[in-house]
């Protein structure tokens, strides 16, 4: 299997895993993960239950098409300009419920958790703009901005990282933090505690250390 091949098997994984743990519908959202100066991405409209080792889909940094016969996905350019922004090797972009949610009501999620400082930060809100667009993906990247995600008001969430399951995390913890604040905001009277800046910098500093360290050989 080439390098590719095996990226692309990953990619679909991580694709099917959004739909079976609720972040997308049907074929909504994409993903995609960078191999050198190659981006490999999920095709418009295709379920990912139905994509296998044939439905590759490659493209340049520049958008040309590099592998496959199949449509990139309508967020291509959202995907690129992470890539050529940061130092992404994948990126996750769902519809999930409770962070769309979010994005309709707030201009930035506050603090609510700890996992905050994982993002980079408090995750802001990039302004509405049509799905698909050079407007879309340059607000996103206003948005992301010392982060490694943001919400796209009344669309969704994109998380970026150093490889699928990071970016995927990221996702999956964003969600997560939306719905906490969702809940703790919806109790009648009470005001959800916020984390301060120090706190959150403090929440930093100890989360470089997390994890297991590096295997000796």
Do not use: F
């Amino acid at each position: 299997m080439t390098e590719l091949e095996q990226a692309w098997q990953e990619l679909v994984a991580t694709a099917r895993r959004t739909v079976s743990d609720g972040l997308v519908v049907g074929t909504s959202g994409n993903v995609s993960v960078r191999v050198g100066e190659t981006v490999l991405v999920t095709p418009s409209g295709l379920p990912y239950d139905r994509l296998g080792p044939a439905d590759l889909v490659a493209v340049g940094l520049d958008g040309d098409r590099r592998a496959g016969t199949l449509t990139p996905t309508s967020e291509l350019p959202m995907h690129l300009a992470v890539y050529r922004h940061t130092d992404a090797r994948a990126v996750v972009h769902t519809h999930a419920v409770h962070a769309t949610a979010v994005s309709t009501l707030v201009t930035e999620l506050p603090a609510v958790h700890y996992m905050t400082a994982a993002l980079g930060g408090p995750v802001r809100v990039a302004p509405y703009a049509t799905y698909g667009t050079q407007e879309l993906a340059s607000n996103m990247l206003a948005a992301l901005a010392g982060r490694t995600g943001c919400l796209l008001r009344n669309h969704g969430t994109v998380t970026y990282g150093p490889t699928l399951d990071a970016a995927y995390d990221r996702t999956a913890q964003l969600e997560w933090m939306c719905r906490l604040w969702l809940t703790a905001h919806s109790v009648p009277g009470r005001t959800p505690s916020l984390l301060t800046e120090e706190q959150l910098n403090e929440v930093t500093e100890r989360l470089r250390g997390y994890g297991q360290p590096p295997v000796q050989e």
